[in-house]
């Protein structure tokens, strides 16, 4: 079968699937539309550093049309021999999706277990070499000691987080989508420091039989200390266990580019601006969560430039629907005394208000489910802050959640994704450009989580090492006095935390 483009510029890009399929990526510039095709499969590409729109070419359709980015255009298509389009998925695959996400406490008991397992990850505590034994009785210790405070904030959102309640309702709806396109799937449910454990998702994928998995974190952008977080726990899980190993899989590491995402996002931002007086007066703030500069800087996290490219591809929606509001993008949740992402949200909340600004819409870019984040600190917290700046009208975009385009296009990102699923390797990759395509679990830390382990944690006031920060030397006393209390404990058997029932390893 041949394809006629218009001024067609080959990429010379092949790559083979089983069954015999060759695909092509190619560009076409031939208004803004791609010519026809008469066989196709679900496959998707993306353009320039850091992404595009992620396009889908189906086997249903004979035009697609394409995103114009500057005077690129890009498509994708599927050159298709003798094989036939499923062939890639036999008909006796068990196909799986697993969502991951970061866990909640469900109830105001589950606050300090949380907290235990989220410092006892040595990616957000890091004690030097000598100290590592000590990172679970000091993870207990902080957790103790901050869980009364978290607590309160949980409580101020109903007593618990509904973030499972919620992502269970979107495996729910994914697996609904995908029934009605024709793929019966199963979708589990995986979190990093709560209830279902990914520890827990796994076992049920084995059980069930699963033999190609979609791995789809519900962080629209990429980032290694989000994804890739979990990442890095699959990866461990999946090398000591012959099954998993063996197990087909791809990973769909941040989709904010796709088209569904986008016109989500744009048609729930207008729905809030038409509620204010003069939706043409309202300032859009976009939110998202922070990490370290230093990921960013010295190990190529792309989530920064993900960010900023997700909020142009907002924008550019709500202008083409005639919103012409003026927008900011800030960066919310930071700890520690390292610095992180800016604008920092409070700061420029704070000069939105100096500069006049009466009227603000929050917009939560980075979260697709109501949480902690959203419930308390935005809702509450940025809310009161905002009104004591001098701004009147206050208001928030709700999280996605089940919105029912947002799934829709989650499952076609699963349909384009399965031809790529492929069993865990070990490639000797090159440095790649910073673009995060589809992958397996192994390659995407072979690419991206090279430089993470040089980087200071997150909570940076217990990381070793020269700085001229005075409030991380400060830390750094207190990291020396809650050692020696541990060592106390550890070689005596006597001290606060035995007596609090707080050590026991």
Known sequence: ????????????????????????????????????????????????????????VSKKREKVDIIKRGHNFRAASLIVGQAEEDSFLDKYEKVGVLLLNLGGPETLDDVQPFLYNLFADPDIIRLPRLFRFLQRPLAKFISTLRAPKSAEGYAAIGGGSPLRKITDEQADALKKALELKNLPAKVYVGMRYWHPFIEEALEQIKKDGITRLVILPLYPQFSISTSGSSLRLLESIFREDEYLSRMEHTVIPSWYHRGGYVQSMATLIEKELSKFHKPEEVHIFFSAHGVPVSYVKE???????????????????????????????????????????????????????????????????????????????????????????????????????????????????????????????????????????????????????????????????????????????????????????????????????????????
């Open 299 to 505: 190990a190529g996290d792309p989530y920064k430039a993900e960010m900023e490219e997700c909020v142009d591809l907002i924008m550019n929606e709500l202008k083409s629907r005639g919103v012409k509001c003026k927008h900011t993008l800030a960066y919310q949740s930071r700890v520690g005394p390292v610095e992180w992402l800016k604008p920092y949200t409070d700061a420029k909340i704070k000069e939105l208000g100096i500069q006049g600004i009466k009227s603000l819409l929050a917009v939560p870019v980075s979260f697709v489910s109501e949480h902690i984040e959203t419930l308390e600190e935005i809702d509450m917290e940025y809310r009161e802050l905002a009104i004591g700046s001098g701004i009147v009208n206050w208001g928030r975009v709700p999280a996605l959640n089940c919105e029912p385009t947002f799934i829709e296009d989650l499952a076609d990102a699963v349909l384009e994704a399965l031809p790529h699923a492929g069993a865990m390797s070990v490639p000797n990759l090159d440095p790649r450009p910073a673009v995060v395509p589809l992958g397996s679990v192994e390659e995407l830390l072979v690419t991206y989580d090279v430089m993470r382990r040089k980087l200071p944690a997150p909570v940076a006031v217990w990381e070793w090492g020269w700085t001229k920060s005075a409030e991380t030397w400060n830390g750094r006393i207190a990291m020396l006095a809650v050692l020696g209390l541990l060592l106390l404990e550890v070689t005596s058997g006597e001290g606060i935390l035995h007596q609090l029932g707080m050590f026991h390893y």
């Open 1 to 56: 079968m041949k394809l006629s483009y218009s001024e067609k510029i080959s990429l010379g890009n092949y790559f083979t699937y089983k069954g015999g399929i060759s695909c092509q990526i190619g560009c076409s510039r031939n208004g803004n539309k791609l010519c026809h095709t008469e066989k196709s499969l679900h496959f998707g590409t993306r353009d320039s550093l850091f992404g595009g729109s992620l396009l889908s």
